[in-house]
């Protein structure tokens, strides 16, 4: 985040959000920006290439918590969470999904580097977490399989 | 217009704990109505939570994030009585912020 | 048993039966899924749009349901749930809560029939008002036992009928309500199926629903439920809220007696 | 269990105070309902709901258990049913077969009208090592060859079976996938191969 964001922001803490949105349009409030490259990216690769993970570490300080097997694709509970310090920025990604980048969060000081939100699978895939931290990226994996549930197909 | 979102904030030792659901359908873009027809995509794309004016999480969202969306997650320096206030945008411009008092 | 030898018995249960061992361990993490579900559960959005309704004054008589007998007097929503369905002096015959929401629409709110059976059932971008209300008002029942009258004689019927149209077979693949769901422990495919002529599992099953259903995206009641088990079953539609409904769920809330009410719930 | 079926064919006199006219034949009065309070939609009809043939009406009445006379009544009426395949070959090609076990499609309210039916085997069947979401209301078929082995008599078991289960199991659980027009002759060949072909996953 630059440092005239962090000034909106400031702004908008004293002008409320309403009020901020309304001077500078909406989006204007929020630190991150919503990436369409990123987002759009039809594959791993290129969606961290996107996000400008160049280099990156695979680590166990990294993890993706969730169970094995999904009941449902449409709703898969997925933690991603980082103990490397100084963690600042932590992504989702379902490698086989049409678009893989699911969210991205960015984490201020004092927030824990652990989210937990709900991703769509169209079926099963590796799940990713990318974390930065200091500035280098971290990777950690974990397959989840979708099952098919119920009678009548 | 939106329906409110549920938030919770619990102070839990020096951390508060926060808890955000959402009602919104996350629509793809990428599915068929019983027409046949393509359903527009219709999805939250960023989403920011302020602890008095200060940001605790700043989330960009792509459509694979499931319908009704959940976003659990903490952060240190919260004091009972503070206010949270989670806002939202979607792709259609579609906004709202609703807040929380941590217990 | 040390981890070696754990590892060893591993290896053995593996090898002799593989097959039966990946089957537990998917059941295992199908329950961890469920698990983690658990934790934020978006009917809670139901509840509370639902609690908005039940207060809000519509056309044409600009009323709320706030004046609403669900059978404990007018406007008790607390612990309505855990006692329906029953009997209703006021119509003279046994209501289910949808039945009786429609009924308190029409009478209160001065709705026709047309729109107080309107959306029953929610649908992206058509979203139903029923839903939420039953989700608010099954919400105000959380943690109360179920208590089902079957003393008066219309209420001993219609738990009678609903008995009859659980085991009936019909149709095309033969199949009744009781097809799968008379016997412990089944599951089709991964799907735990409950017995409910078994009383722990009718209790566990009646007392979670209405449910957010993660593969919908909405909260399902208990008239939804059993209208897509028909639609499985190779039955044709049932009218929204009507008596062979109220019938079956009769049968069902009664065999759950006693179990402790746990719901909107989440389910897959 | 029992007991609490024992009812369900006799009709109840309900003594005491009534306000109301009281049927007491609620298996009628449920049939009334069934016929004025449900509507056809695509190929479920409340015409082929309330024409119940005789096993269907026996299997309603005792779910559970029956007099031996009923059982045997209904496998030999049922055998009589079954018809098999008119050219004599009855292994088709088991990669159909295994798509037809994995769909369940066919009748339901939701379904078009004239669509092709699944079978929906792995509602209720083990049958392959690779489909780990499968059910448990019929028995494994996983590895059947190994279990049963390919005798003539193996393969027209269960083509019967699969044609008409009630043959062999008075009530069971499983449709009568020939007889009900729910699978038709070719795609229970493919059905058969997919158990009874050696190249088969399931007897690999």
């Given at each position: 985040?630059?440092?005239?964001?962090?000034?909106?922001?400031?702004?908008t803490?004293v002008?409320g959000?309403?009020?901020?949105?309304s001077?500078?349009?909406?989006?204007?409030?929020?630190?991150?920006?919503?990436?369409?490259?990123?987002?759009?990216?039809?594959?791993?690769?290129?969606?961290?290439?996107?996000?400008?993970v160049?280099?990156?570490?695979v680590?166990s300080?990294?993890a993706?918590?969730?169970?094995?097997i999904?009941?449902n694709?449409a709703?898969?509970?997925v933690?991603?969470?980082?103990?490397?310090?100084?963690?600042?920025?932590?992504?989702?990604?379902?490698?086989?999904?049409?678009?893989?980048?699911?969210?991205?969060?960015?984490i201020?000081?004092?927030?824990?580097?652990?989210?937990?939100?709900?991703?769509?699978?169209?079926?099963?895939?590796?799940?990713?977490?990318?974390?930065?931290?200091?500035?280098?990226?971290?990777?950690a994996?974990k397959?989840?399989?979708?099952?098919?549930?119920?009678?009548?197909? | 217009?939106?329906?409110p979102?549920?938030?919770?904030?619990?102070?839990n030792?020096?951390?508060?704990?926060?808890?955000?659901?959402?009602?919104?359908?996350?629509?793809?873009?990428l599915?068929?109505?019983q027409?046949?027809?393509i359903?527009?995509?219709?999805?939250?794309?960023?989403l920011?939570?302020?602890?008095?004016?200060?940001?605790?999480?700043?989330?960009?969202?792509?459509?694979?994030?499931?319908?009704?969306?959940f976003l659990?997650?903490?952060?240190?320096?919260?004091?009972?009585?503070?206010?949270?206030?989670?806002?939202?945008?979607?792709?259609l411009?579609?906004?709202?912020?609703?807040s929380?008092?941590?217990? | 048993?040390?981890?070696?030898?754990k590892?060893?018995?591993?290896i053995f249960?593996?090898?002799?039966?593989?097959?039966?061992?990946?089957e537990?361990?998917?059941?295992?993490?199908?329950?961890?899924?469920?698990e983690?579900?658990?934790?934020?559960?978006?009917?809670?959005?139901?509840?509370?749009?639902?609690?908005?309704?039940?207060?809000?004054?519509?056309?044409?008589?600009?009323?709320?349901?706030?004046?609403?007998?669900?059978?404990?007097?007018?406007g008790?929503?607390?612990?309505?749930?855990?006692?329906?369905?029953?009997?209703?002096?006021?119509?003279?015959k046994?209501?289910?809560l949808?039945?009786?929401?429609v009924?308190c629409?029409?009478t209160?709110?001065?709705?026709s029939?047309?729109?107080?059976?309107?959306?029953?059932?929610?649908?992206?971008?058509?979203a139903?008002?029923?839903?939420?209300?039953?989700?608010?008002?099954?919400?105000?029942?959380?943690?109360?036992?179920?208590?089902?009258?079957?003393?008066?004689p219309?209420?001993?019927?219609?738990?009678?009928?609903?008995?009859?149209?659980?085991?009936?077979?019909a149709?095309?693949?033969?199949?009744?309500?009781?097809?799968?769901?008379s016997?412990?422990?089944?599951?089709?495919?991964?799907?735990?199926?409950?017995?409910?002529?078994?009383?722990?599992?009718?209790?566990k099953?009646?007392?979670?629903?209405?449910?957010?259903?993660v593969s919908?995206?909405?909260?399902?009641?208990m008239?939804?439920?059993?209208?897509?088990?028909?639609?499985?079953?190779?039955?044709?539609?049932?009218?929204?809220?009507?008596?062979?409904?109220?019938?079956?769920?009769?049968f069902?809330?009664k065999n759950a007696?006693?179990?402790?009410?746990d719901?909107?719930?989440?389910?897959? | 269990?029992?007991?609490?079926?024992m009812?369900?064919?006799?009709?109840?006199?309900?003594?005491g105070?009534?306000?109301?006219?009281i049927?007491?034949?609620y298996g009628?009065?449920m049939?009334?309902?069934?016929?004025?309070e449900?509507?056809?939609?695509?190929?479920?009809?409340?015409?082929?709901?309330?024409?119940?043939?005789?096993?269907?009406?026996?299997?309603?009445?005792?779910?559970?258990?029956?007099?031996?006379?009923?059982?045997?009544?209904?496998?030999?009426?049922?055998m009589?049913?079954?018809?098999?395949?008119?050219?004599?070959?009855?292994?088709?090609?088991?990669?159909?077969?295994?798509?037809?076990?994995?769909?369940?499609?066919?009748?339901?309210?939701?379904?078009?009208?004239?669509?092709?039916?699944?079978?929906?085997c792995?509602?209720?069947?083990?049958?392959?090592?690779s489909?780990?979401?499968?059910?448990n209301?019929?028995?494994?078929?996983?590895n059947?060859?190994k279990?049963?082995?390919?005798?003539?008599?193996?393969?027209?078991y269960?083509?019967?079976?699969?044609?008409?289960?009630q043959?062999?199991?008075?009530?069971?659980?499983?449709?009568?996938?020939?007889?009900?027009?729910?699978l038709?002759?070719q795609q229970?060949?493919?059905?058969?191969?997919?158990?009874?072909d050696?190249a088969?996953?399931?007897?690999?």
């Amino acid at each position: 985040m630059n440092q005239s964001r962090r000034d909106i922001l400031r702004m908008t803490s004293v002008l409320g959000l309403g009020l901020a949105g309304s001077l500078f349009g909406s989006f204007n409030v929020f630190g991150a920006e919503w990436m369409p490259k990123s987002f759009d990216a039809k594959n791993l690769a290129d969606a961290l290439k996107e996000l400008g993970v160049d280099k990156y570490t695979v680590s166990s300080d990294v993890a993706v918590v969730s169970a094995e097997i999904a009941e449902n694709g449409a709703v898969v509970p997925v933690s991603v969470s980082s103990v490397i310090p100084n963690t600042e920025y932590m992504a989702i990604l379902v490698e086989k999904n049409p678009s893989p980048l699911s969210a991205a969060f960015n984490i201020p000081e004092g927030t824990e580097a652990s989210v937990t939100t709900r991703v769509k699978m169209g079926g099963t895939s590796n799940v990713y977490a990318v974390v930065k931290a200091d500035g280098k990226w971290f990777l950690a994996s974990k397959e989840i399989k979708v099952t098919l549930g119920g009678c009548g197909g | 217009m939106a329906d409110p979102m549920r938030i919770r904030a619990v102070l839990n030792g020096d951390k508060v704990e926060v808890k955000v659901l959402i009602r919104h359908d996350m629509e793809t873009g990428l599915r068929k109505d019983q027409a046949g027809e393509i359903i527009p995509p219709h999805f939250i794309k960023t989403l920011i939570a302020q602890y008095e004016g200060k940001t605790v999480l700043d989330a960009v969202m792509g459509i694979s994030v499931s319908k009704d969306p959940f976003l659990h997650f903490k952060f240190k320096g919260g004091v009972k009585g503070g206010k949270l206030n989670v806002t939202w945008v979607d792709n259609l411009g579609d906004t709202r912020t609703d807040s929380a008092i941590i217990s | 048993m040390n981890v070696f030898s754990k590892i060893i018995f591993t290896i053995f249960v593996i090898q002799m039966n593989g097959y039966a061992f990946a089957e537990s361990s998917s059941i295992d993490e199908i329950s961890k899924y469920r698990e983690l579900l658990a934790d934020g559960n978006p009917a809670e959005l139901w509840e509370m749009r639902g609690e908005e309704l039940w207060k809000k004054k519509i056309a044409p008589k600009n009323v709320s349901l706030e004046q609403c007998d669900l059978g404990k007097g007018a406007g008790v929503v607390k612990g309505a749930y855990v006692e329906l369905p029953r009997y209703f002096s006021d119509v003279n015959k046994v209501m289910d809560l949808e039945q009786r929401l429609v009924y308190c629409r029409k009478t209160l709110q001065g709705l026709s029939h047309e729109q107080a059976v309107k959306v029953p059932f929610g649908s992206v971008g058509n979203a139903s008002d029923i839903e939420a209300l039953v989700a608010y008002i099954t919400s105000e029942s959380r943690g109360m036992k179920m208590n089902v009258s079957n003393k008066h004689p219309l209420e001993k019927e219609s738990y009678e009928i609903g008995k009859r149209f659980f085991f009936y077979r019909a149709g095309t693949h033969d199949f009744s309500c009781a097809t799968c769901h008379s016997a412990d422990k089944k599951r089709i495919r991964l799907q735990e199926l409950p017995n409910l002529l078994n009383k722990l599992d009718a209790q566990k099953t009646y007392t979670t629903w209405p449910a957010y259903r993660v593969s919908q995206g909405e909260v399902r009641s208990m008239q939804h439920r059993l209208s897509d088990c028909l639609r499985q079953q190779r039955f044709p539609e049932p009218v929204y809220a009507s008596d062979s409904m109220t019938a079956l769920i009769m049968f069902l809330a009664k065999n759950a007696d006693g179990g402790v009410y746990d719901a909107p719930a989440l389910k897959r | 269990m029992k007991k609490m079926l024992m009812g369900l064919s006799v009709s109840i006199v309900i003594t005491g105070c009534t306000t109301a006219a009281i049927k007491t034949d609620y298996g009628q009065t449920m049939l009334t309902l069934l016929r004025s309070e449900f509507i056809s939609k695509g190929p479920a009809t409340v015409e082929r709901v309330l024409s119940q043939d005789e096993v269907q009406k026996i299997c309603s009445e005792y779910p559970v258990e029956r007099p031996e006379k009923m059982a045997t009544l209904i496998q030999d009426s049922q055998m009589k049913t079954v018809q098999y395949p008119s050219d004599g070959i009855y292994i088709g090609d088991w990669k159909n077969g295994e798509k037809i076990a994995q769909n369940g499609r066919g009748f339901q309210s939701s379904d078009p009208l004239g669509g092709v039916n699944g079978g929906n085997c792995y509602a209720c069947h083990n049958i392959t090592k690779s489909e780990i979401s499968y059910g448990n209301i019929g028995p494994s078929l996983y590895n059947y060859i190994k279990a049963h082995g390919s005798s003539e008599q193996v393969i027209k078991y269960t083509w019967a079976k699969i044609y008409n289960s009630q043959a062999y199991t008075d009530c069971s659980s499983m449709p009568r996938f020939g007889h009900s027009g729910i699978l038709n002759e070719q795609q229970i060949k493919d059905v058969m191969a997919l158990l009874l072909d050696p190249a088969s996953p399931v007897n690999q």
